[in-house]
């Protein structure tokens, strides 16, 4: 009963030897278990959404997240722009 119990004891860095591998592979196991279900959530979520499709094939975008995606391309564009006027001045011989 007491493998039992270590197994349900919630794992940190600060609580395992790190030199040991059977409690670094716990500690990993922990971490992806975890990671699994935050990723499973976000999926079902994104596909009761209607922006993915169950295999994972992208549907649509919320309004507000077109709305960002074009503000950041814009924005790119913008700094693209800036960036080559800047080096257009470098071909200018100084006096």
């Known amino acids: 009963m007491a493998s039992d119990d270590k197994r349900l004891e919630r794992l940190t860095l600060d609580s395992i030897d790190a030199e040991s591998d059977e409690q670094l592979e716990a500690l990993m196991a922990q971490v992806l278990a975890e ?14 959404l ?4 169950e295999q994972g094939r992208l549907l649509s975008l919320p309004e507000y997240k077109r709305i960002h995606s ?4 814009h924005n790119v ?3 693209g ?12 011989p100084k006096l």
């Open 35 to 48: 990671g699994n279900k935050v990723y499973a959530a976000q999926r079902a979520e994104t596909v009761q």
């Open 50 to 53: 209607g922006i993915i499709d």
């Open 70 to 73: 074009e503000q950041t391309l």
């Open 77 to 79: 564009s913008q700094c």
């Open 81 to 92: 722009t800036a960036s080559r006027q800047q080096n257009s001045y470098a071909s200018i």
